[in-house]
């Protein structure tokens, strides 16, 4: 009691040190009082001469602004774990931590990247704004592509440490294949742009048929493929040739030009 006490007591300090101010000022917003004009502010703005910088950071504060939206990805990520825990307990070929996490992850991480590309790519809140820069369109979709590396890699950072302590070789195969499922995902939101709202996210597979069943082909094919390496088996090239072909034939019938095309 008194472990579980001390913990809850830093976790609600930490609350209060990050997200005490913001809630403050909401609800003062929320009472209806005027906001202060003129406040001073200590904080100072800083320039980056780098296109991609400018972006990624853009992308960052977008995603983490939005407390709800990354507890609807988190949550539905999360429906994964107890697969991966009933395998593991459940014995047999499946009874290894290795190979009963690593799909788990592989498929989180690509879940993640499909979510987070679509709110990047289809759920820009000014699409017009961004077609008027003077930056060439691909480097405007390396960067928001690349906004997405972060906030997956903080998400799963402790996972991966703890399945590698436990299996480093299962670790390795979970970076792995796991950074090849991001990539996967990203690219087919990419080439299969469907522009809507932010707060669809967990909708945005209604307005195209054919974006959510490549989405979960490639996660499956990622995951499967890495249960294979874990197991130690060459046979894991297959599902990889798979998800080439995939991801070739979305490529070759995508209805938005992909960065090498335009």
């Not at 995603?63 to 774990?81: E, N």
């Not at 903080?154 to 090849?180: K, V």
């Amino acid at each position: 009691m008194l472990v579980w006490a001390a913990f809850g007591v830093a976790l609600f300090t930490l609350a209060c040190v990050l997200f005490g101010e913001r809630f403050a000022k909401a609800a003062v917003a929320a009472a209806g009082a005027p906001e202060r004009a003129g406040g001073s502010t200590n904080r100072t703005a800083r320039f980056s001469r780098s296109v991609g910088a400018a972006l990624r950071a853009k992308e960052r504060r977008v995603v983490w602004r939005d407390p709800w939206l990354m507890s609807q990805l988190l949550l539905q990520a999360a429906y994964t774990m107890p697969v991966a825990v009933i395998l593991w307990r459940s014995g047999g070929p499946t009874g290894t931590v290795g190979v009963a996490f690593t799909p788990a992850l592989v498929v989180i991480a690509a879940q993640l990247a499909g979510a987070l590309s679509w709110i990047a790519l289809s759920a820009e809140d000014a699409p017009d704004f961004l077609a008027t820069a003077p930056v060439a369109r691909n480097v405007i979709e390396r960067g928001k592509i690349a906004a997405i590396g972060q906030p997956i890699a903080l998400i799963l950072a402790l996972p991966l440490i703890g399945l590698g302590f436990a299996s480093p070789w299962a670790g390795l195969c979970a970076l792995l294949f796991g950074a090849g499922a991001i990539a996967s995902s990203a690219l087919v939101n990419l080439w299969r742009q469907a522009p809507s709202r932010r707060g669809l996210v967990l909708r945005r597979h209604s307005q195209s048929k054919l974006i959510g069943p490549m989405e979960h082909l490639v996660s499956i094919l990622w995951a499967v493929a890495a249960a294979i390496a874990v197991i130690g088996s060459w046979a894991a090239v297959v599902p990889l040739a798979a998800v080439v072909a995939v991801l070739t034939i979305n490529w070759k019938w995508a209805p938005i030009a992909s960065p090498a095309r335009s």
